[in-house]
């Protein structure tokens, strides 16, 4: 069985999702310099939130002059879907200090997530260092793409004409893959059937409320019917 207990390991099983950071960072850069955000803010704005998706919403909503307030609270709820990621690896570092968990925590993103449920789900050991690794590798390489972007976006016309806005999603679908490698069919079932859930209570909530609040609810939701299948 696999081991990834190394700081190293943990850089290198890394590097295969920084491409799809140039992109996003990339887009950032440029959004929040045309919002009209210094390079300070934009270089505080990713090391603070650290959250493409939230950081995109910020500079809309500053744009807007949305209180101060609306923004704390719509970053939040944007973000705590972080909640249910962390609760999912945290069995594998209940052993450690709480300050480590916190420093472990306070990095996870979708894209390191990704990586990490893979040797999780194939009941494979991981350590905190390894996901030191893996967190500060793409914490610092997500910084850089958006200080790039600020700093030299106005000489990219199109970005898009790169493809790098859809690296991110050629990753995501690489990674759910790699999961299904030594999972039995019984568990691709539920995992198909879950699926098919959140697609149906996502398109369900969304006629009622914002469209980044469905997709909370239908995944915690679904999160929770896995666990109740999963038993």
């Known amino acids: 069985m696999a081991e990834h207990l190394s700081f190293r390991q943990g850089v290198r099983e890394c590097i295969p999702t920084l491409l799809g950071y140039v992109g996003i960072g990339l887009s950032f850069g440029i959004v929040a310099t045309s919002s009209g955000f210094h390079l300070i803010e934009i270089i505080l704005l990713s090391l603070l939130v ?30 705590s879907r972080m909640f249910l990621l962390s609760l999912t690896l945290a069995p594998n570092f209940k052993n450690y200090g709480i300050l480590n968990r916190i420093g472990l925590a306070s990095l996870v993103t979708d894209e390191t997530f990704g990586v990490a449920i893979t040797p999780h789900v194939k009941g494979e050991k991981i350590n905190d260092r390894w996901l030191h690794g893996l967190n500060i590798t793409a914490y610092t390489f997500w910084t850089i793409a958006s200080i790039a972007g600020a700093l030299f976006g106005k000489q990219i016309k199109n970005p898009e004409s790169f493809g790098l806005d859809f690296a991110i999603i050629a990753m995501f679908i690489f990674l759910a893959v790699s999961q299904f490698e030594t999972i039995s ?10 699926i098919l859930c959140t697609i149906v209570m996502m398109f369900g909530f969304s006629m009622f409320v914002p469209t980044y609040i469905a997709i909370l ?9 896995g666990v109740v299948l999963d038993r």
Do not use: D, E, H, M
């Open 185 to 194: 069919r019984k568990r691709i079932s539920i995992y198909v059937k879950l």
């Open 50 to 79: 650290y959250a493409g998706s939230a950081q995109f919403v910020i500079c809309s909503l500053v744009i807007a002059g949305t209180p101060l307030y609306a923004i704390v609270l719509t970053t939040f709820i944007i973000n």
């Open 217 to 225: 609810i239908a995944s915690t939701l679904a999160a929770l019917l």
